[in-house]
Structure formats: structure tokens, C-alpha cells
């Protein structure tokens, strides 16, 4: 079990509400836990929401971890922020369009910190490495879906998962996906 934990997002799910909620478990603690939701797996017109998903992470303050008003500190080691942010650049590599990065980040009071800003990367395709990798860092990858059932299939391909979830006002969408998934 690894920590890549889906979101599933319904285009029928209260859009504020879920884009608040994924943003803050994708990229809370620096995405450095094991229950951060590493995947937001978009059904049917909730694709077209990653620009909203990208504008809801750029307004995140990275700054040093015991800095008030911060909502990510710095990731656990230099080393951690060289695999991350080599993975970032393999999805782009590989096809994942890279809609929000955040590598290359300079904090003030901290030059030599180990941050990365929130990174969001779309269109990300199963065989990537990025969505093959437990990342562990503040990278949200986002894969579309036409439908519910191609979302849990999506899900319960992926071997790695802690938990998952499903944003959505359909109490027989919620219904279904609690009785076919497969995860943790």
C-alpha cells in the first residue's frame, strides 16, 4: 500500500465545497502524508474544473512551517525535494500537461529551504511514472473519466491507495462506489 489516494469528483458534486476540500487534502502538509489525496480522478464536465483547481493552489501560502498564515512548509529533505520534482518533470516528459509548477520556489528568510509550491499535473495518463510513483510531496495528478464506472475501474487498477473518496450529491453514486472499490 503506498499513499496514492484517489479523489473521485462527480460533475454533480457542490464545486466550491470539493475544490476547497481537495486542495486542502492534495496539498496540506506539503502533500507529506500518508492520507493526502495525491489524485483527483474528474468525471465528465468536472474536467473542465482544473483551472479552478489550479487558481484554489496558487492561493496557498508556502512559507517556512512555523510561519504564521503558512499552509505549506518545506518538504522533509533535500533530498525528497530532488525526487519530487524529478517526477514532476517525468510526467511533463511523458505527457502530463504540467498546469500549475511549483519547483524552483524561493522563500524569503528561508533561500535554502526545501520547498516546492503546489504542482498540479493534468491529463495524467496511468503509465506515467507520476501516477505509477507514490510522489509524497504537493503534486496533485488529475486524470479525467466519462463516467463513474470508469472511475472506479481507474481506482481499483492502481495497486497503491490508504483511502479514497468521492465528492458527489447522489446518494446511488456514493452507493456504488462504496460497494465497488477496492482500496485500503
Not at 489550479?54 to 525528497?80: F, H, I, M, W, Y
Amino acid at each position: 500500500m503506498g499513499a496514492k489516494n484517489h479523489a473521485v469528483i462527480m460533475p454533480d458534486a457542490n464545486k466550491e465545497q470539493s475544490l476547497n476540500a481537495l486542495v486542502g487534502a492534495g496539498f496540506g502538509a506539503a502533500g507529506q502524508r500518508c492520507m493526502a489525496t495525491s489524485v483527483a480522478v474528474l468525471v465528465g464536465e468536472a474536467r473542465n474544473w482544473v483551472p479552478d483547481i489550479v487558481a484554489k493552489a496558487k492561493s496557498l501560502k508556502v512559507n517556512g512551517g512555523t510561519e504564521a498564515g503558512t499552509d505549506l512548509g518545506p518538504v522533509v529533505s533535500r533530498q525528497a525535494k530532488t525526487r519530487i520534482e524529478g517526477l514532476i518533470e517525468q510526467g511533463a516528459k511523458e505527457g502530463a500537461t504540467l498546469a500549475l509548477d511549483g519547483r524552483g520556489l524561493k522563500v524569503p528568510g528561508y533561500e535554502d529551504g526545501n520547498f516546492i509550491g503546489p504542482t498540479v499535473l493534468a491529463d495524467v495518463k496511468p503509465e506515467m511514472e507520476c501516477y505509477k510513483q507514490e510522489i509524497f510531496g504537493p503534486v496533485l495528478c488529475v486524470m479525467s473519466a466519462a463516467t463513474l464506472d470508469e472511475a472506479i475501474d481507474i481506482v481499483n487498477r492502481n495497486p497503491m491507495g490508504n483511502g479514497t473518496g468521492i465528492f458527489t450529491q447522489s446518494g446511488a453514486a456514493a452507493r456504488k462506489f462504496q460497494n465497488e472499490i477496492d482500496v485500503g
